[in-house]
């Protein structure tokens, strides 16, 4: 059964930058020193930019209503119902989110970034088949959008399509090889095709980054017991414990390896569950002028 659980990432669903973007194909301005937002001809009134402000600042209530206000200066420009969309996301209103991003989908089809926004969106109220055919779309669009095939690789992990989404993920990793929640996700896919070599070898990246976290070796011992390595699992939980020293489910774990080698030398232990807890953080953000 695949526990693989998905969050609604709402803590990173906005990591603003106050900066012009070309997600909806807007120019990028001149290094020359920026316009007032009062007199910008891009941003009416600075709604925009003062919405990126407050939607930076968490303040996902002003930051929608100064989005609106854009939206009424400006009601053609998809940027603005992008950016409320976000902001709505932030503030954990779906329904609202869905139907800015729809909307932003609407006046600029040809951009990929509405469809992940609105993917999002739809993966967290576990929309499978509707987010997935948004990513696929998005993709379509820009190839090369590391974000799309994360959410998308996502998705299929939900759906048990390890394939695909080893797939996907691979080519995440080849663009940010720095990735690592890339690494431990298709290490879990891995795990689930039974490539155990390959999961072992993605977890040992992870943990080779914050060799500090507890879930990596457990995560990683989870696959040495199902590839039949009971010593190698019972080291990782023993480091593991010395990281956490009341991990009650390693203790427990350790302990019926340990018993089990004594007795058996072949029969090990019955894997711990170890998946990865969260869905990809959302990447769409508000964009100023």
């Not at 990591?15 to 070309?22: E, Q, R, S, W």
Request: hydrophobic letters at 35%.
């Amino acid at each position: 059964m695949n526990n693989y659980k998905i969050g609604t990432a709402i803590g990173l669903a906005i990591a603003l930058v106050a900066c012009p973007g070309d997600l909806f194909g807007q120019k990028k301005r001149s290094r020359k020193a920026p316009q007032s937002t009062a007199t910008n001809p891009q941003d009416p009134g600075g709604h925009s930019a003062a919405g990126v402000e407050a939607a930076k600042n968490r303040d996902y209530e002003k930051a929608i209503a100064e989005f609106t206000k854009a939206i009424e200066a400006e009601p053609t420009d998809a940027k603005n119902y992008f950016n409320r969309a976000t902001a709505y996301r932030g503030a954990n209103k779906l329904v609202e989110a869905l139907a800015d991003f729809t909307k932003a989908i609407e006046l600029n089809p040809a951009n990929a970034g509405g469809y992940i926004g609105r993917g999002e969106v739809l993966l967290q109220q576990k929309q499978l088949d509707q987010a997935l055919a948004d990513f696929d779309k998005s993709l379509e669009l820009a190839p090369n959008d590391a974000s799309a095939r994360r959410f998308r690789g996502f998705v299929y992990i939900s759906q048990n399509e390890w394939e695909k989404a080893v797939e996907d993920y691979s080519k995440v990793i080849q663009k940010v090889p720095d990735d690592d929640s890339a690494y431990e996700r298709r290490a879990f896919a891995y795990r689930n095709l039974k490539k155990y070599k390959e999961a072992i070898a993605d977890y040992s990246k992870t943990i080779a980054k914050d060799p500090k976290d507890p879930e990596g070796y457990r995560r990683r011992a989870s696959t040495h017991t199902l590839a039949g390595d009971s010593k190698s699992a019972a080291a990782d939980f023993r480091t593991l414990l010395k990281i956490k020293p009341d991990d009650v489910d390693a203790q427990s774990r350790l302990k019926a390896l340990e018993t089990r080698a004594n007795s058996s030398p072949a029969a090990t232990s019955p894997a711990p569950a170890a998946s990865p807890a969260v869905a990809p953080p959302a990447q769409a953000s508000p964009r100023s002028n």
